[in-house]
């Protein structure tokens, strides 16, 4: 990723060659083996089981509790914000099935979910992926392009460990943000307004 917040390049990412679309009942129904999976269009990716960092997790509880005080202060019906690879599908025929860090899930969207499984279905109004060093270039690129592909309106790439946010939104250029800087997320996100430090540091 351009702007300084490439990991290191990992070899463990292998986007598999199957030969017919997988759906996701499919994905979740292979052997627990250790490794992490999701689906773009269809084909399976997976990798190796990412062991999360101190730094990783400090990003995610600090962006989570950001989110959720902002939603506690929204009038009802309320979205929710779920973390810690939240399993979201974005499409269907061909599924596009992810882990998020961070997601919010608009009021609509959560209105609709059933217990016919616990993955969210719909569009999030807002994807976090906070970087680890055995992302790639290739896998984190892949993911912003299936969340605008879907439609989401805003996603935020962290690195926790450059300390910097980037913000994608539909038909925009991206845009870097420093912990110096405040960032705002209208029209979803009536009234937000953060400064990025806060989403580094607890307290």
Same mark, same amino acid.
């Given at each position: 990723m351009s702007m300084g917040l490439a990991p290191p390049m990992n070899s463990s990412f292998v986007p598999i060659a199957s030969p017919?679309?997988?759906?996701?009942?499919?994905?979740?129904?292979?052997?627990?083996?250790?490794?992490?999976?999701?689906?773009?269009n269809g084909e399976l990716r997976e990798k190796p089981m990412t062991i999360r960092n101190r730094f990783h997790s400090d990003a995610m509880v600090c962006v989570s509790s950001v989110l959720k005080n902002w939603?506690?202060?929204?009038?009802?019906?309320?979205?929710?914000?779920?973390?810690?690879? =939240? %399993? /979201?599908?974005?499409?269907?025929?061909? @599924?596009?099935?992810?882990? #998020?860090? &961070? +997601?919010?899930?608009p009021p609509e969207v959560v209105t609709v979910q059933t217990d016919a499984t616990t993955l969210i279905d719909g569009i999030p109004s807002l994807v976090v992926e906070i970087l680890s060093p055995s992302d790639t270039v290739e896998e984190i690129n892949e993911k912003i392009a299936?969340?605008?592909? =879907? %439609? /989401?309106?805003?996603?935020?790439?962290? @690195?926790?460990?450059?300390? #910097?946010? &980037? +913000?994608?939104?539909?038909?925009?250029?991206?845009?870097?943000?420093?912990?110096?800087?405040?960032?705002?997320?209208?029209?979803?996100?009536?009234e937000f307004r953060t400064s990025v430090a806060k989403l580094f540091e607890q307290g």
């Amino acid at each position: 990723m351009s702007m300084g917040l490439a990991p290191p390049m990992n070899s463990s990412f292998v986007p598999i060659a199957s030969p017919r679309r997988m759906t996701t009942e499919e994905m979740l129904a292979l052997p627990d083996d250790g490794k992490d999976r999701w689906l773009i269009n269809g084909e399976l990716r997976e990798k190796p089981m990412t062991i999360r960092n101190r730094f990783h997790s400090d990003a995610m509880v600090c962006v989570s509790s950001v989110l959720k005080n902002w939603r506690d202060q929204q009038s009802a019906p309320r979205g929710k914000v779920y973390c810690g690879e =939240a %399993g /979201v599908r974005l499409h269907r025929n061909p @599924d596009v099935t992810v882990g #998020v860090d &961070v +997601v919010y899930v608009p009021p609509e969207v959560v209105t609709v979910q059933t217990d016919a499984t616990t993955l969210i279905d719909g569009i999030p109004s807002l994807v976090v992926e906070i970087l680890s060093p055995s992302d790639t270039v290739e896998e984190i690129n892949e993911k912003i392009a299936a969340y605008r592909t =879907a %439609g /989401v309106p805003h996603i935020w790439v962290i @690195d926790p460990y450059q300390r #910097v946010l &980037v +913000v994608h939104r539909p038909n925009e250029v991206p845009v870097l943000f420093n912990p110096k800087q405040e960032i705002t997320a209208e029209p979803q996100f009536p009234e937000f307004r953060t400064s990025v430090a806060k989403l580094f540091e607890q307290g």
